[in-house]
């Protein structure tokens, strides 16, 4: 919602090249939602899975939490920074990427799940959501999560995983003989949830690496389309949580702990696309692509600032992945679609009921600056 009014406004002295890359943003946006309609409403075939039918999914697994995210609840905001390389200019003409161009962002850290309150733990799958704000009102929107691959191929495979995930109340773990028949029908979900479970996990947010895993397009001035994964990879040395982590009472250390590496410094990720070859899965996110695809440092984003979620910032922005500035395309992947259309339904849902404290109370905290 907030998008289109930030489109549509009224901006005096606004260039021609602006009005024409505002009405482009308009036209993409429009064709986008209403592609993200057609499949959330079921139009392209009887039976199709719909936007509701997902986030009613999510509601059977976690409960009702009114207010809150239905997926990754939990979560903090943050403010910074993206600081170009010039490096992305020649594979995609995303002002952002323009050499020496400095971005504004505001973004989200949490954790998946719908539960809100609760309790930290190194193994759950953690998020990093950003906004870039670009010029003449386009914006760059994108939420990567810190494992190597997504565990399911489809929409429908990932409405069947959550239910069989479930946790049984009595014993707080998914019922196996439902995870077995789950990964025995979806068996590219068996191999992708051993990738994930191999993977390395790391201290806290600020030194894991955040993946787009989905596949989108990058789009050159001179119109070259290449096919793209990307990656925020930290700046800090990624180590390991400790055991002294593993065993800690607070309830919300990794995100008390990423506020309080904010306060001694900016805290930053570089931008890592890899360039897909001939032959790359661009509509399956379970699959990895080759590690020695080419890659590209396209620059920094620098996180200055954290805030407890609260009215205006980033607790009412909807992280839709296919909110795409010029030079950045959705791909083939079903999932891009299915997302859009999800976070639609649960920002429309939470956006209409009453609102709780988060459990993350950080106060505002400030860096060295932006």
């Known amino acids: 919602m907030s998008l289109l009014n930030d489109l549509t406004g009224a901006s005096p002295g606004l260039s021609p090249r602006g009005v024409l890359l505002r009405l482009g943003a308009i036209g993409a946006l429009v064709a986008g939602t209403a592609g993200a309609f057609a499949y959330a409403g079921g139009w392209h075939s009887v039976g199709d899975l719909t936007q509701a039918q997902i986030v009613d999914r999510f509601e059977q697994v976690n409960g009702p939490h009114p207010g809150f995210r239905r997926n990754h609840a939990k979560g903090l905001c943050l403010v910074g920074h993206f600081e ?3 490096g992305g200019a020649r594979v995609s003409k995303a002002s952002l990427f323009a050499t020496g161009q400095v971005t504004p962002v505001t973004g989200r850290i949490a954790l998946a799940g719908g539960q ?3 309790a930290d733990a190194a193994t759950t799958v953690r998020s990093l959501a950003l906004r870039f704000h ?3 009102g386009e914006e760059w929107r994108t939420g990567n999560n810190d494992i190597p691959v997504f565990p399911v191929r489809t929409p429908e495979a990932f409405y069947a ?15 196996p003989e439902a995870l077995k028949a789950f990964f025995a029908a979806h068996p590219e979900s068996a191999k992708a949830a051993a990738l994930i479970k191999a993977r390395t996990i790391t201290s806290g947010f600020a030194n894991d690496t955040f993946r787009s895993l989905n596949a989108f397009g990058f789009v050159a001035a ?26 800690r009472a607070d309830k919300n250390f990794l995100f008390e702990d990423f506020a309080a590496a904010v306060r001694q410094g900016p805290v930053r990720w570089h931008l890592v696309v890899t360039l897909g070859a001939p032959g790359d899965a661009s509509a399956d996110a379970t699959l990895a692509w080759p590690a020695e695809r080419t890659s590209i440092d396209l620059g920094s984003v620098v996180v200055s600032t954290t805030e407890a979620e609260a009215s205006g910032n980033c607790r009412d922005v909807n992280f839709d992945p296919l909110v795409l500035p010029a030079g950045i395309e959705g791909s083939d992947d079903p999932l891009l679609s299915a997302r859009s259309a999800a976070y639609s339904q649960s920002f429309t849902r939470r956006a209409g009921e009453p609102k709780a404290p988060s459990a993350v109370h950080d106060m505002p905290t400030q860096g060295a600056g932006l």
């Open 84 to 86: 170009s390389s010039g």
């Open 116 to 118: 809100p309150y609760a």
């Open 134 to 136: 670009l010029p003449y």
């Open 161 to 175: 995983q959550l239910l069989a995930a479930k946790p049984d109340p009595a014993t707080g773990k998914p019922d």
């Open 222 to 247: 001179d119109g070259m389309q290449t096919p793209v994964r990307w990656a925020f990879v930290p700046e800090q040395a990624a180590t390991a949580e400790s055991s002294a982590q593993a065993v």
